[in-house]
């Protein structure tokens, strides 16, 4: 053998070297053993480097050999050499409890290194999931239309959105670059750029819904069904089910809609003459309970109401007000109904007779 040993990394490298630290092979041991006597001088390197060596094969379930060969390279990239100490004629395994207090020390940094690096290692995946986590927090974009007001939105893809009155939208950074994906609470519709190679898709409450480019409207009030209505083109609605691998999907063509009660996740058709009447102003009842026209009443005009009295839940509403302020609509109402009300600034009082 050619090879010169001068320094620790010099054995450690050396495949010779290992399997005679782990007893793989006659010939290999009767190599290491002439060339210990030939090369006393430089015992103290060999025997330091078989200590590490040994110390690594404790951990031989956690680590690979080209791991621990990694590993050693940057261990020994950070320690100093060993000075070479007198020469030695009697060679053996009691070598160990009379060597310098030093080299214990030594291996104990490297074995502390080791543990150190294995941890690092280990939970890498742990620790670039905090750091992905806290700067997925920063990054989030949340665009809102407040109660009493609508917004007309640009996304950074080219998309446009109409927002309605107690509504929010959320994405992140690289929306339209890497991803299309947005999150919606309230209502909104949607006129989406066309890109073949990032979906759009929008999150609201138990239903996804993908396009490429199209138009539809989602309406996802909290505690109320989620319902998405499509205007034009064609989209996917998949309803999400927790620890579920399958999931329920339709696809909808112009003029259907799909919506998820707490019973089921259903198909049908809508009518489009008046589903975007709230994208002009125009507030529109259809047969609708008396308690979810109030409710629809505050968030459209940013306001709380508070109604006392008998009122039956038979009691259904139908209208179309065109950009009518708040009294005149409870006057029209109340001439059905029967009940007075007050508006007080932000507060209105319905009282039934």
Known sequence: MKKQFEHIEDFLEDSSFRSWVFSKGAMRSLFWETWLKDHADKADMLYEAKEILLALEEEEEDWSESGQMDLLAVINSQIDTPENNESTTRISEEYFINRPRF????????????????????????????????????????????????????????????????????????????????????????????????????????????????????????????????????????LQRQNEAEKDRFFLTQGEQAYVTQEAFVKGKFDMEKALLWTEGILTFDDIPFQEVVTSLERWYGVEIAVEGASSSSNKVSGEFHKDNLENVLRSIAYSFHFDFEIQEKQVFIEFN
Do not use: C
């Open 103 to 238: 080299i214990w020390l030594k291996v104990s940094m490297i074995l502390l290194v080791m543990v150190v690096g294995a941890v690092i290692i280990g939970n890498s995946g742990i620790f670039l999931g905090k750091e992905n986590l806290q700067e997925a927090e920063i990054a989030w974009t949340s665009k809102q239309a407040l109660p009493g007001e609508k917004k007309k939105v640009r996304l950074p893809d080219g998309s446009i959105v109409i927002m309605n009155s107690a509504s929010e939208l959320q994405y992140q950074t690289g929306f339209g670059e890497t991803h299309r994906d947005i999150f919606l609470s309230g209502e909104s519709f949607f006129e989406v750029a066309k890109d073949t190679v990032l979906p759009f898709r929008v999150y609201s409450g138990d239903l996804v819904t993908e396009a490429v480019g199209t138009a539809f409207n989602v309406t996802a009030f909290p505690e109320e069904g989620v319902r998405v209505k499509l205007v034009e083109g064609k989209v996917k609605v998949e």
